[in-house]
């Protein structure tokens, strides 16, 4: 009885729900002193639009997306009050001066540890070593090879590996991850992370504040230091006391003795694994790397982790050699990389471009969102004019609808250029993949939506020549025959219907 009590307190006080409180007692306060101002309310209004005039000028003014900028601009002069508040809540894409300070230190200091050791024009065209050579330079994420790969085509083949993995850790165990749940695939992650830190394994955790906020307990994560488990809670939601919350760690790295790591679109949630059932089947992907390649998983982890909980400076005991002093086995070219809002180079997005822009014979994409930007439009459109058969995955059970729809006002034009869309009509599809030709991959944690591309701390790993690409290239088929074809009669809308449409991408960015 008092297990269920604890259970439904929890439930009810949690910080999801005493942040939504305090932002409406906040709100209530601001109501109250706007109905003492209502003899003013003719000079407050005229105060508003001239707010929203200099917000207009100031939004052209930045150096932002375009599509960016129009939802802003339209939200602002439609509704002066609301759009300047919001804009100035959510708007600003850059991050807050604490956040961009401490990280931009330690990734200016630690960039020396990322710098390309092997010569590859050898064994790659000219134009793929160009985007290999652009990463490495703006990343900056280097190439390896002597580094093997494993492709899984469900969060359900992955995880007793990773099971696995973690039990044969003996020095050191490294998780970044967007959501927490607890739930069976956490108990049994938790129940190894626990124990290997008792033994004097060093475990860190970090997880990202507002992504886990209705599913990672403040109990559990005391729980987990009290057993020694290191724990960051990334740029953790504090009410009244910071405006940005834009910026969110998506990234999903699992990194172990330096020289094994695991990432893709799998949280650590029951439904990534199909424990349960939200959207009808859960579809993703990840990858396991072993060999030299864990190198850039490793630094990415650490320079996080440093930014927040200083600790070391010199990250030369953690490379993939020291734990694994035997040659590691060979398959083709791995290449890690991260892409940060921080910066404004937005790699994530333009490796995507570089992909499409190569491709001669097809690319195969699978993305839960479609909300892209003219760049991304166009290349697709391009890539399929010029005759390459493009095809993209998308749930047909959506997580959210409104977002659902917005990704399908996309099918039309798309369409209409050549490329083939597809919805997973088993459930919904999570997965951030690209495959090109048989000879160049992506896996990662990289959605096709602006908050991914613009907004978000994230990872991916370019597959050249690997094993793991046939294995993808097999998955993308399998999907494709569980998948439905949509096709132009599929995509009518009546006038309201576009209207609704229009609205929604105007708005896309902010969404």
Same mark, same amino acid.
Request: hydrophobic share 40%; net charge neutral.
């Given at each position: ?5 604890? #259970? +439904? ?18 709100? +209530? ?12 309310? %003719? ?56 956040? !961009? ?80 749940? &607890? ?12 124990? !290997? ?32 488990? #290191? ?13 940005? $919350? ?15 790591? $695991?990432?893709? +679109? ?9 424990? *349960?059932?939200?959207?009808? /089947? ?9 060999? /030299? ?29 020291? /734990? ?8 083709? %070219? ?16 333009? @490796?995507?471009?570089? *992909? ?8 195969? *994409? ?8 003219? &760049?991304?439009?166009?290349?697709? &459109? ?38 083939? %869309? ?7 599809? /999570?997965? #951030?993949?690209?495959? =090109? ?8 944690? %990289? ?26 290239? !097999? ?21 309201? +219907?576009?209207? @609704? ?6 708005? =896309?960015?902010?969404?």
């Amino acid at each position: 009885m008092k297990s269920t009590l604890a #259970k +439904g307190f929890n439930k009810v006080f949690n910080r999801l729900t005493i942040t939504v409180f305090l932002i409406l007692v906040q709100m +209530g306060w601001l109501g109250l002193m706007f109905l003492r101002l209502a003899n003013y309310a %003719i000079w407050i209004y005229l105060l508003f639009i001239a707010s929203a005039a200099l917000m207009c000028l100031f939004i052209v003014w930045r150096d932002d997306n375009p599509a960016y900028k129009m939802g802003w601009i339209l939200l602002v002069c439609l509704l002066p009050v609301l759009g300047v508040t919001m804009y100035v809540f959510f708007g600003n894409k850059r991050p807050s001066k604490s956040l !961009k300070r401490k990280i931009d230190v330690v990734d200016r200091r630690q960039n020396d540890n990322l710098v390309q050791e092997e010569d590859l024009g050898e064994i790659m065209g000219t134009r793929l070593l160009n985007t290999v050579n652009y990463i490495g330079k703006r990343g900056p994420y280097p190439a390896w090879t002597d580094t093997t790969s494993r492709y899984y085509a469900l969060g359900d083949d992955a995880y007793p590996d990773m099971l696995a993995d973690l039990e044969g850790a003996e020095h050191f165990i490294f998780m970044e991850y967007f959501i927490i749940s &607890e739930g069976e695939m956490w108990s049994s992650i938790a129940e190894v992370l626990t124990r !290997k830190a008792r033994a004097g394994v060093d475990v860190r955790l970090i997880y990202d504040d507002l992504g886990s906020i209705n599913t990672f307990s403040w109990r559990e994560a005391a729980r987990l230091r009290e057993e020694g488990v #290191k724990i960051l809670a990334f740029n953790p939601l504090k009410p009244f006391a910071s405006l940005v $919350y834009n910026n969110r760690d998506h990234r999903k790295i699992l990194v172990v003795d330096g020289y094994i790591a $695991y990432s893709g +679109g799998f949280n650590l949630a029951d439904e990534y694994i199909n424990r *349960i059932s939200r959207f009808g /089947h859960w579809k993703d992907t990840g990858i396991r790397i072993c060999g /030299h390649a864990v190198w850039n998983f490793t630094v990415m982890f650490l320079k996080m982790w440093n930014s927040f909980r200083p600790t070391e400076e010199d990250y030369r005991p953690f490379r993939p050699h020291v /734990h694994h002093p035997d040659e590691f086995g060979s398959d083709g %070219i791995i290449q890690p990389y991260a892409d940060s809002p921080l910066d404004d180079e937005n790699i994530g997005e333009n @490796v995507y471009l570089e *992909i499409l822009s190569q491709a001669e014979d097809y690319v195969y *994409i699978f993305t839960p969102y479609l909300i892209i930007d003219n &760049e991304m439009k166009t290349s697709l &459109e391009l890539a399929a004019k010029r005759g390459v058969d493009v095809r993209i995955v998308t749930p047909a059970i959506p997580d959210k609808k409104t977002i659902f729809r917005l990704t399908r006002s996309y099918y039309r034009p798309l369409m209409k250029a050549g490329v083939r %869309i597809y919805e997973y009509t088993p459930g919904f599809i /999570h997965a #951030k993949s690209y495959l =090109s030709d048989d000879r160049i991959g992506v896996v990662g944690t %990289i959605n096709m939506d602006y908050r991914s591309l613009f907004l978000h701390f994230e990872c991916g790993t370019l597959l050249i020549g690997c094993q793991a690409l046939y294995d993808l290239k !097999k998955d993308c088929n399998d999907v494709f025959a569980l998948s439905k074809e949509i096709r132009q009669k599929d995509c009518r809308r009546g006038f309201f +219907g576009l209207l @609704v449409d229009s609205l929604l991408r105007v708005l =896309s960015p902010l969404l």
